[in-house]
């Protein structure tokens, strides 16, 4: 009796999927640097203590107290291999005076496992000052665009706490398909989390690329920089 062939899709693209560099990933509005030290204290003001705890509620710690605290904890993170953690860091032409060319927030590429082409997004946290703002936007298409353009990659995952519907709102409108929850998943300070899982693959990404990119364009926005399509709405023209 011959060798019965698995069902299911074949595996195409490339065969040799690497771990992503831990490199700067640059754009127009924002660029990702690699989380070092020397961004501790810009990191600390707008993330930092508890006037910033809002930001942690569904993260699985809570804020740095003081800079001390955060200087221990960006150095950890900065030598982390996986998470691999970027500050997020806007010019001067998109941010005001007192914010340009400073990290205003935090993303990482995490759960990454090259042999069966997929990671995730996540440790996204965004201080007030690039929260709903076009460099927020490009940062998670550029960190998108190299998985899937650069490297090879052909699933990037989200997953959220199921109670935050800030998170779950995003995901979709960034063009993640929802995947389910799965329940009673993780304990996080001290109470069960059910995730939600989201994902986009290499078959959804020609059409997202593309809506990013269209809502990216000067030209999508006034001269008050307001957008004149949704994200949603430039994905859906892109189909």
């Known amino acids: 009796m011959g060798l019965i062939e698995p069902p299911g899709q074949p595996v195409t693209g490339r065969d040799d999927v690497p771990f992503p560099p831990h ?11 690699p989380l070092s030290l020397s961004h501790s204290s810009s990191l600390f003001n ?7 705890a809002r930001l942690w509620t569904y993260l699985s710690r809570h804020p740095p107290a003081d800079q001390a605290s955060c ?10 291999r996986d998470p691999q953690y970027y500050a997020v860091v806007v010019p001067e032409s ?22 069966h082409r997929r990671l995730e997004i996540g440790w996204v946290i965004l201080g007030a000052a690039l929260q709903r703002t076009r460099p927020a936007t490009e940062a998670f298409y550029l960190l998108l665009r190299r998985s899937f353009d650069e490297l090879g990659y052909q699933r990037v995952e989200w997953k959220a706490n199921a109670l935050n519907a ?15 929850t799965f329940r009673k998943h993780i304990i996080c300070k001290g109470k069960w989390r059910d995730t939600a899982w989201f994902s986009v693959t290499d078959d959804d990404w020609p059409i997202v690329k593309m809506g990013f990119e269209a809502w990216l364009d000067p030209g999508n926005f006034d001269e008050a920089g307001r957008q004149k399509r949704g994200l949603r709405e430039c994905r859906e023209a892109c189909k």
Not at 71 to 80: F, R, V
């Open 71 to 80: 200087d221990t904890l960006i150095a950890a993170w900065s030598a982390s």
């Open 46 to 52: 707008h993330l930092g203590s508890d006037a910033n």
């Open 166 to 180: 800030a998170s779950l709102t995003a995901a979709e409108r960034l063009g993640f398909v929802s995947e389910g």
């Open 94 to 115: 998109e941010s005001d005076h007192e914010t340009a060319g400073t990290p205003l927030g935090i993303m990482a590429l995490l759960n990454i496992v090259p042999e």
């Open 23 to 33: 490199s700067p990933i640059p754009g127009t509005y924002t660029s990702l640097q």
